[in-house]
RNA sequence: UCCGGAGUAGCUCAGUCGGUAGAGCAGGCGGCUGUUAACCGCCGGGUCGGGAGUUCAAGUCUCUCCUCCGGAGCCA
C-alpha cells in the first residue's frame, strides 16, 4: 500500500531519520551540480518548503537535473538532518515522480517581482513567499473571527447577498436585473418599468448586512455576519476594492460602552491570534514587508484602548499646531491624516472617537441627548487609521422615522426595519470591519488588492 | 473622479546632448563533489504602450489616446 502523503509542515517537524516520507508540491528552485540536485519543493503549507536531495543513482536523474521552476512533483524518500546550513532537515529522494512539467515559459522567477505585476498573473502568485504568507494569514483570521464569536454564542446569520435596501443611504450599488439591457420594458412615461424585472422591484448586491443582522438580533440577541459586500464606487486606491468582506456583529442590549469593551476584545482576539498561530509568515511581514510589524502589534494586542468624543479630538486638532492639509472644524469629517495624528502621536495607541455630529453619520444611528451628536464610534489603530466603524442604533421608533425622512430615503422599503421598533425594541449595537483591512494591518501589506485573492476593481474583474 | 509619476527582452531595470538598443535574472546548451533566490562559460530573445507630428534622423522632443502605480476624495 502506497504511504500517505505528508504536508511539508509537518515532514519538516519530523525527527530525523525517518524513511518511507512521501510529499507533493511544486518546485521552486531547481540547483543542479555534477554529483547530485537541489530541490526546493513547496506545498503551500509553510513558507520555506523542504529541500529534497537527489542523486544521480536515481533511475531518472537527468529528467530531474532539467525540471524546471513551478513543475508539479511527488517524491518519497528519508527525511535527515541536513548537513548544511540553511535548514534543520532535508528529504532523501529515493523516487522522484514528475506529476506535471511547468512550461518554460513560466512567469514566476525565483527572484523577487513587483506586487503590480505579480496582480496580472493573480492565479499563480499564490506559488510566492509573500502571497502565500498572505492567504495563510487570511484564513487563520477568518477562522479567528468565528472563533470570537461562536465562544461567545453569537449566532453567525447569513445576510443576503441581494438587496432592494441600502443600508447607508449612499453610495452606488451594483445593479441585479435579467431585464433585456437592450430593450427593457418601459412605463407609459418611458421610464424602465422595474415592475417587470426578476423581483419584480430594483435590485442591488448588497453594501452592508447590517440591517438584516439587526433583525436577528432583536431576538436572537447576540449575532455576526461575515460575508462578501460591493460597492460599485469609482475608487482607485490601495484601500478600496468593489467586492470585499465584512465582518458585522449586531448586539442587543449592547450600549456604545459595550460595543467598544466588544471591539477592543475582538481586535485583540485576531492579533494574538495570528501572531501565534501564524510565527514563520509573521516574522517574514516583519523583516520583509513592513520592519516592526510584530512589535507593532504587540503594542496594539498589550495596550488598553484610550476613549475620546468627537468634540474633544476636534479640540486636540486644532491645538495642535500641525498644518493639516485639510482644515478641522466640528461638524466636518475627520480626514485620513487627522485619524493618523490622533492615534498615533496625540495618543499613542488604539483610539475609540465617539459621538460625531448628526449631519455626517448614517440615519440608524442614535440621536443623543445633546441633540447635535449619534452614538457613533470610529476605531483608530496607529499605522492604519480607521479599522472600525459602528454605532449603537436608534431603536426609538418616532426618531428613526423622522431621521429616515431626513435622510430622503424611501420609508415603504424599510417598513421591515421599522417593525424592529414596533415589535419588542430594544437597545441594541454592532459594528463593521472590513476583513481585508484587517488582514492588512496584520500583515503590513499596503495594498488590498494583494491581500484578496482576485481583488475586483474599476475595469478589473479576470481571472 | 481629481493631482502627480511611470510604460524599453518573459521579469527587474539602464539607455548621457536626438544618430536604429544593453545588463542581471528567467529560458536553451555545457561545466562544476552539498547547493541555499548556487556559481562559471556560451547561445537565442525587442513593433522601445498605441497613434499622429517635428526632424536628414526619435526609445529620447511635441501632441493625443490607453494602461499601470502613488496620493486625494468616497468609504470598509
Not at 520583509?288 to 479640540?315: N, T
Not at 430594544?426 to 470591519?433: D, I, P, Q
Not at 484587517?438 to 495594498?447: C, E, H, I, L, P
Request: glycine content about 8%; proline content about 5%; hydrophobic content about 40%.
Amino acid at each position: 500500500m502506497q504511504t500517505p502523503r505528508v504536508r511539508i509542515v509537518d515532514a519538516v517537524e519530523l525527527t530525523p531519520p525517518q524513511s518511507g516520507i512521501r510529499i507533493k508540491g511544486w518546485l521552486r528552485t531547481v540547483r543542479a551540480s555534477k554529483q547530485v540536485v537541489f530541490l526546493d519543493v513547496n506545498d503551500g503549507s509553510n513558507m520555506n518548503g523542504l529541500q529534497v536531495v537527489a542523486d544521480e543513482s536515481l533511475p531518472n536523474a537527468e529528467e530531474i537535473r532539467h525540471l524546471t521552476t513551478g513543475s508539479a512533483v511527488e517524491i518519497v524518500g528519508e527525511i535527515v538532518e541536513s548537513p548544511a546550513k540553511g535548514q534543520k532537515v532535508e528529504l532523501k529522494a529515493a523516487e522522484v515522480i514528475v506529476l506535471g512539467k511547468a512550461d518554460p515559459e513560466y512567469p514566476l522567477q525565483k527572484k523577487r517581482h513587483s506586487f503590480e505585476y505579480l496582480r496580472t498573473i493573480a492565479h499563480l502568485r499564490n506559488r510566492t513567499n509573500t502571497y502565500g504568507a498572505v492567504f495563510r494569514v487570511r484564513s487563520v483570521l477568518a477562522h479567528a473571527i468565528h472563533c470570537f464569536f461562536q465562544d461567545r454564542g453569537f449566532v453567525y446569520v447569513h445576510t443576503p447577498i441581494i438587496t432592494a435596501s441600502d443600508a447607508e443611504g449612499a453610495g452606488e450599488m451594483f445593479r441585479v436585473s435579467t431585464l433585456d439591457p437592450t430593450n427593457p420594458p418601459r412605463t407609459e412615461s418611458g421610464a424602465v418599468d422595474w415592475g417587470e424585472d426578476f423581483f419584480a422591484r430594483q435590485a442591488f448586491l448588497t453594501v452592508s448586512g447590517q440591517l438584516n443582522a439587526e433583525t436577528f438580533a432583536i431576538g436572537m440577541s447576540d449575532v455576526y455576519t461575515f460575508g462578501p459586500t460591493f460597492r460599485a464606487e469609482n475608487s482607485n486606491t490601495a484601500r478600496h476594492v468593489s467586492e470585499f468582506w465584512m465582518i458585522e456583529p449586531e448586539m442587543a442590549f449592547y450600549d456604545l460602552d459595550d460595543n467598544c469593551a466588544l471591539a477592543e476584545a475582538f481586535v485583540k482576539h485576531l492579533i494574538s491570534t495570528v501572531l501565534e498561530r501564524c510565527p514563520e509568515d509573521m516574522e517574514f511581514f516583519d523583516q520583509r514587508i513592513q520592519k516592526g510589524l510584530i512589535e507593532r502589534l504587540q503594542h496594539v494586542r498589550d495596550s488598553g484602548f484610550a476613549r475620546m468624543p468627537y468634540g474633544e479630538a476636534v479640540k486636540a486638532l486644532e491645538a495642535s499646531g500641525e498644518s493639516f492639509e485639510y482644515p478641522v472644524h466640528f461638524g466636518a469629517n475627520l480626514q485620513a491624516e487627522h485619524e493618523r495624528w490622533l492615534t498615533e502621536k496625540h495618543v499613542g495607541r488604539p483610539v475609540f472617537v465617539t459621538d460625531y455630529p448628526k449631519e455626517i453619520k448614517a440615519f440608524y444611528m442614535r440621536r443623543n441627548d445633546d441633540g447635535r451628536t449619534v452614538a457613533a464610534v470610529d476605531l483608530l489603530v496607529p499605522g492604519v487609521g480607521e479599522l472600525i466603524g459602528g454605532s449603537q442604533r436608534e431603536e426609538r421608533l418616532d426618531v428613526l422615522t423622522a431621521t429616515l425622512t431626513e435622510s430622503g430615503l424611501p420609508a415603504e422599503v424599510y417598513d421591515w426595519y421599522l417593525d424592529l421598533r414596533r415589535f419588542g425594541t430594544a437597545v441594541h449595537s454592532g459594528f463593521g470591519l472590513g476583513f481585508e483591512r484587517m488582514v492588512m494591518y496584520a500583515t503590513g501589506m499596503q495594498n488590498i488588492r494583494d491581500v484578496i485573492p482576485f481583488p475586483r476593481t474599476p475595469r478589473h474583474a479576470e481571472f
